[in-house]
Nanobody, 123 residues
Framework: HVQLVESGGGPVQAGGSLTLSCKAT????????MAWFRQTPGKQREGVAA???????SYKDSVRGRFTISKDNAMNTLYLQMNNLNPEDSAMYYC??????????????????WGQGTQVTVS
C-alpha cells in the first residue's frame, strides 16, 4: 500500500523560508518521478517542482531560483526547500508520485498517487 505523508507547512512571514517533507512508504521512491503541487481554493492544482529518478529536476517559472526540490533515497523522503516566500506562495502543498513511465514533467494528470497536503500560509 503506497502512502505519502507531507509535513513542514505552517505560517511564515514574507521573505521567510520553509522546508516541506514527504515521507513515502510502500514503495522505493528512487524509482519514480515525484513532484510537489499546490492548490488554493477555487483554483486548479498546479505543479511547483518535479524530480525524476535520475535526480533531474524541473520547476514552475515563478518559483525557480527560490525553491529547491531534493530527495533522500535512503529515507524515502522528498523535500521542498522554499526561500524568499511571498503571499502568492500561500497554498495547500501536495506531494505526488507518477506511477507510470514517461517524462517527469509537471503535468497534473500524469500523477496518480497523492498525499493529504500540508498548508503553507505566507503573510
Amino acid at each position: 500500500h503506497v502512502q505519502l505523508v507531507e509535513s513542514g507547512g505552517g505560517p511564515v512571514q514574507a521573505g521567510g523560508s520553509l522546508t516541506l517533507s514527504c515521507k513515502a512508504t510502500g514503495y522505493t521512491s528512487d524509482h519514480y518521478c515525484m513532484a510537489w503541487f499546490r492548490q488554493t481554493p477555487g483554483k486548479q492544482r498546479e505543479g511547483v517542482a518535479a524530480m525524476d529518478s535520475d535526480g533531474s529536476s524541473s520547476y514552475k517559472d515563478s518559483v525557480r531560483g527560490r525553491f529547491t526540490i531534493s530527495k533522500d533515497n535512503a529515507m524515502n523522503t522528498l523535500y521542498l526547500q522554499m526561500n524568499n516566500l511571498n503571499p502568492e506562495d500561500s497554498a495547500m502543498y501536495y506531494c505526488a508520485v507518477r506511477g507510470s513511465r514517461g517524462a517527469c514533467t509537471l503535468t497534473l494528470s500524469a500523477f496518480d498517487i497523492w498525499g493529504q497536503g500540508t498548508q503553507v500560509t505566507v503573510s
